[in-house]
């Protein structure tokens, strides 16, 4: 496709469960950003990569949040033992690099009950 | 990392012009302005980015004063699908820097056109 894509679109987990969100960047795309919205608020960054490498890692909250990007494309993040405080719209961005502009992906909504 | 500041919410009406002012006192040299509109559901989108003067592209203006430690954003005769939440921000676009500093949002301006 033209843009940024990430599956799901929608996610509903249970406390306590492990959750994969994965993110499709735009082809040939080395940068790839997560970021995640809560509700009224600005996207908060996590994590970014360049190429398989992550940059930038700061953002992650805690040890429970984990990202790969194995072939420097697809890149997934995990979510172990989710907690309510987890739920948020996960963003997916990437770049040509670092000075291009961002474009991001739709999101994925998550939801922990 | 230079905070931003910009007002909550602005209204207006379709056919105005609409002018979003973002303060950014401690600005680094370094530092590029972007601007980014956001519908409900979608992810943020780019619409703008300068460093000095005036920038214009098909959608939007972007005004830097000299002093460089604030920005507007107009939008000329909006219309209905205008209505978005606006983020200014402000980051290097240098390699040496992070991905972090390239992108942090502030909350947003939200611009409601009205009929």
């Known amino acids: 496709g033209a843009g940024v894509s990430q599956t799901p679109s929608n996610k509903v987990t249970e406390k306590g469960k492990y959750v994969e969100l994965r993110c499709d960047p735009i082809s040939g795309h080395t940068a790839l950003y997560w970021y995640r919205q809560s509700l009224g608020q600005g996207p908060e960054f996590l994590i970014y990569f360049q190429g398989t490498g992550a940059a930038d890692d700061s953002g992650l909250p805690n040890d429970r949040f984990f990202a790969v990007r194995p072939e420097g494309s697809v890149s997934t993040l995990k979510i172990q033992r989710t907690e309510r405080g987890d739920s948020a719209v996960y963003l997916c961005?990437?770049?040509?690099?670092?000075?291009?502009?961002?474009?991001f992906g739709p999101g994925t909504r998550l939801t922990v009950l | 990392l230079a905070k931003t500041t910009q007002p909550i919410s602005m209204d207006s009406y379709e056919g105005q012009e609409v002018n979003i002012t973002c303060s950014h006192n401690?600005?680094?040299?370094?530092?590029?302005i972007t601007w980014y509109q956001q519908f409900p559901s979608q992810g943020p989108r780019f619409i703008i980015q300068g460093y000095k003067t005036k920038v214009t592209n098909e959608v939007a203006s972007l005004f830097i004063p000299a002093d460089r430690k604030s920005s507007t954003l107009s939008l000329p005769r909006v219309s209905l699908s205008d209505t978005a939440v606006y983020y200014c921000?402000?980051?290097?676009?240098?390699?040496?820097?992070?991905?972090?500093?390239?992108?942090?949002f502030g909350s947003g301006t939200r611009l409601q056109v009205q009929p």
């Open positions: 401690n600005i680094a040299t370094n530092d590029y």
């Open positions: 921000l402000v980051g290097s676009r240098t390699s040496m820097d992070t991905g972090r500093r390239a992108l942090t």
């Open positions: 961005a990437s770049s040509l690099g670092l000075a291009d502009a961002v474009q």
